[in-house]
């Protein structure tokens, strides 16, 4: 069974930082490309980093420069290391992944950006 578990994410102040992590079981990590998602109120779910198998990463152009995707193969985790948040950041983050044609996803993680 593919489980993907998130954690992280919560309040934090314009120009502050937050990390999520996703904890993957049931895959063989190492060989999956991880994406992290997020959605906002009336918005579509947008992609907003990749991580491919041999860590080689894409970005949005909207967090580009600002946010970091990684994965740690020996935890079968990925992170989001987001830096310089704007209040247009705040959605729920998704961590997900396709196995075998199939899109599995994380529960999701609130992220508010507010002074």
């Known amino acids: 069974q593919v489980r993907l578990v998130e954690r992280g994410g919560g309040l934090a102040q314009p120009g502050g930082s937050l990390r999520l992590s996703c904890a993957t079981s049931?895959?063989?990590?190492?060989?999956?490309?991880m994406n992290w998602y997020r959605q906002s109120p009336g918005n579509e779910r947008e992609l907003v980093a990749v991580?491919?198998?041999?860590?080689?990463?894409n970005y949005s152009d909207s967090v580009r420069g600002r946010f970091t995707i990684s994965r740690d193969n020996a935890r079968s985790t990925v992170y989001l290391q987001m830096s310089r948040l704007k209040s247009e950041d705040t959605a729920v983050y998704y961590c997900?992944?396709?196995?075998?044609?199939?899109?599995?996803w994380g529960q999701g993680n609130r992220v508010t950006v507010s002074s």
């Open positions: 049931g895959i063989n990590f190492k060989i999956y490309t």
């Open positions: 991580i491919n198998s041999d860590g080689s990463t």
């Open positions: 997900s992944t396709r196995s075998r044609g199939q899109p599995f």
